[in-house]
């Protein structure tokens, strides 16, 4: 099967325009026995079996599970036409029996050079409070530092607890929010939140993406 999943990246149908192209490589499992695989068009069934097995995470943003069409939507749904970025990852993470266990969503150079997103980051129920999460944050975080990372940038569901400890734990920062974004059943706040990876002060992301400044109120 992993021969299968990785001639599959070589072959993917989704296509997200003339965007400039990073040459970072895909990142390597931090967890051993694992390994890394960049998830396309091909993978929707084992990605989506993967989000029906993880109804935590549906249930908490979108107050359902996930609904069918969700990988194909993870995979290749586009970024707003006026949004700049040099690349969408979509990475999963298999175990030594090339089950899916874990899957992060990270787009390089969002917004502004430096700024990197992570748009996603699931962990197997079967895996909840065995550090996992912690541990690929981390290898993401290193991994785009050295692809040119200056700042990480992602949203949370205000409310979600557990979501919002894991990335305060991280060391992310809300710079402002954004109300009334319908998520499925839900129609939640979303925390927009950044972390300097060098000790920058947040002055200097704020020129880098104005739409972050605390005083944008706009829900896009």
């Known amino acids: ?17 003339p965007h400039r192209m990073n040459v ?47 990988a194909h939507e993870e995979i290749c749904g586009e970024l707003p036409a006026d949004w700049p970025f040099a690349k969408k990852w979509v990475i999963g993470y298999l175990d030594k029996g090339d089950s899916l266990v874990a899957m992060a969503n990270a787009i390089a150079d969002l917004l502004a050079v430096g700024v990197w997103h992570v748009g996603t980051l ?12 912690q541990t690929i944050y981390s290898s993401l975080e290193s991994w785009a530092m050295v692809g040119g990372a200056r ?17 305060e734990g991280r060391g992310f920062m809300q710079v402002r929010s954004r109300e009334g974004v319908v998520m499925g059943k839900k129609t939640n706040t979303i925390r ?26 706009h829900a896009d």
Do not use: N
Not at 2 to 14: G, K, M
Not at 51 to 70: D, K, Q, V
């Open 151 to 167: 700042w990480m940038r992602l949203g949370v569901v205000a409310g979600y607890s557990r979501a919002e400890h894991f990335w």
């Open 24 to 70: 970072v490589a895909l990142p390597s499992s931090p967890i051993a026995d694992w390994d890394t695989v960049e998830l396309t068009s091909r993978h929707e069934p084992l990605l989506q079996a993967f989000f029906e097995a993880s109804p935590l995470y549906f249930e908490a943003i979108h107050g359902e599970p996930a609904r069918s069409g969700e």
């Open 122 to 133: 699931i962990i197997a129920t079967s895996r909840h409070g065995t550090g996992d999460a």
């Open 192 to 217: 927009v939140m950044v972390k300097p990876l060098y000790g920058q002060p947040l002055v200097e992301y704020f020129e880098l993406v104005r739409r972050d400044r605390p005083e944008h109120t």
């Open 1 to 17: 099967m992993r021969d299968f999943v990785r001639a599959a990246v070589r072959r993917s149908v989704c296509f997200f325009g």
